[in-house]
């Protein structure tokens, strides 16, 4: 039962570089979330989506792109890297938005941008 | 600004006593609320929530307990072990943009001392 799978662990960029990091969940939940952590602070929405096909903008969107072509992935593209993204970055999933058991999170990718 | 705010960033107990974490929040339409507990180099894992209709949730040596009118929830563990020295989240679900969201506060590091 893996969960929410996330790769890769970490990931050095130089600045001006792209990547994709990549996120599939093996629960057949609906809903899917892009998060991501500096030191010190909370998780902070980027993106999410609510089926196949369809994503919205969270708190942080700048920078990132999505797209969710099947239930199971749901990757968040850097195009432009820069110094402040930087950060930790988690993926999420949950049946439905207003699950009251929280979301299932993966173990997240730690990108350094230099 | 902070919807969520956990004031204590660090929090020391002996194991066998009482651990509270302390977290306040400002929208007054947010209608969940839930704790999540991160080791680190993991995603953060589900452990608690409560409704905004009730007063107190109990799960084993987890409690949530929520005053509506002050804002202000707290999570007790009794009897504190060294296993739950970890980094607690506390969060806060709302309705945004068509979409049930959770709002998180910047964490709560926990350390039992054996």
């Known amino acids: 039962n893996a969960g929410v799978t996330q790769t890769p662990k970490f990931r050095i960029l130089k600045i001006g570089q792209s990547m994709t990091l990549q996120c599939t969940q093996d629960?057949?939940?609906?809903?899917m979330y892009w998060y991501r952590q500096d030191p010190g602070m909370g998780l902070k929405l980027i993106y999410y989506s609510v089926g196949a096909g369809i994503t919205d903008k969270g708190e942080v969107p700048n920078g990132y792109n999505v797209s969710r072509s099947t239930t199971e992935d749901f990757p968040l593209r850097l195009e432009l890297a820069a110094p402040s993204q930087t950060s930790v970055y988690f993926c999420a999933s949950s049946p439905g938005g207003d699950s009251n058991y929280g979301y299932t999170f993966g173990s997240g990718t730690r990108l350094t941008v230099v | 600004d902070q919807q969520v705010k956990q004031n204590s960033p660090s929090l020391s107990v002996q194991e066998g006593r009482i651990s509270i974490l302390n977290c306040d929040y400002t929208n007054s339409m947010f209608d969940y609320f839930l704790w999540y507990k991160k080791y680190p180099a993991e995603g953060p894992t589900f452990l608690i929530s409560i409704s905004s209709i009730k007063d107190k949730n109990e799960d084993g040596r987890f409690t949530v307990f929520l005053n509506k009118s002050a804002k202000h929830l707290s999570l007790h563990i009794v009897p504190s072990q060294p296993g739950d020295s970890a980094v607690y989240f506390c969060a806060a679900r709302g309705l945004g943009a068509g979409s049930y969201q959770l709002t998180f506060g910047k964490g709560t590091k926990l350390s039992v001392i054996p």
């Open positions: 629960m057949n939940h609906n809903y």
